[in-house]
């Protein structure tokens, strides 16, 4: 197919990813692309804007291994073989990271207490494959729980940011690990009336939203 514009740009890579595939009226996931550039201004590189470049359209991207793929799901699979849980890790898609599919009779335990024990791995396999903010990372799903949970998360931003305007006092989260504050900021980075602020230290913060200062 003939690439008349191969760049595209949207609040994460996914808004992108759709403005291409409606561009080109194909399924996304016959889309080849790389990021090029992203917007580091808010506690994440795909915090931002995001663009990525189209490098080819063709057969679906879903299923093929990126480079290291292997070797995470036997990093995993070990692991898991070791601890005892009945479940197998497989690669899943490239998205806003790696992603690998939990599977198998224990999911539900990966999925208890909201998640705690799927991302305390997805955290330590991180932290012992080296990654940096200019790799992508390894993102562990389950039964879509992290999908979902980003629905959860945002529309959770949104009531916190009516309630703070309504009775203009600041609302305080309980404690998230990064990427759920991720989202929190994610959603309400452009509201005109309120702002948001990490609160605390370590893996665990809280987020704070609470009314802009009138100039």
């Known amino acids: 197919m003939n690439l008349s514009k191969t760049l595209f740009s949207g609040k994460d890579i996914d808004e992108a990813l759709e403005k291409a595939s409606l561009y080109y009226n194909v399924n996304p996931e016959l889309i080849h692309y790389t990021v090029i550039t992203t917007d580091n201004s808010l506690f994440s590189p795909l915090a931002g804007e995001v663009t990525i470049r189209i490098d080819s359209i063709g057969k679906s991207r879903k299923g093929k291994k990126p480079d290291g793929a292997q070797e995470v799901e036997k990093i995993l699979n070990d692991w898991f073989k070791k601890a005892g849980f ?7 898609r490239i998205k806003d990271g790696i992603e690998f599919e939990i599977k198998g009779d224990d999911e539900d335990l990966f999925l208890d207490e909201n998640g705690a024990l799927l991302d305390s791995f997805q955290h330590l396999l ?13 993102i562990l799903e ?10 959860e ?5 949104r009531k916190a940011a009516e309630k703070v305007k309504s009775l203009g006092k600041p609302y305080i989260f309980s404690p998230m690990n990064p990427a759920e504050r991720r989202q929190i900021h994610i959603t309400l980075k452009d509201d005109k009336h309120v702002a948001t602020e990490s ?6 913060k809280k987020i704070k939203v609470y009314l802009k200062k009138r100039r």
């Open 199 to 204: 609160l605390g230290n370590g893996f665990l």
């Open 153 to 157: 998360l945002r529309e959770m931003a």
């Open 142 to 151: 389950c039964r879509n729980f992290r999908g979902n949970r980003i629905k």
């Open 86 to 92: 009945s479940v197998t890790a497989s690669f899943s």
């Open 126 to 138: 991180n932290k012992a494959l080296g990654r940096n903010g200019g790799s992508k990372p390894v």
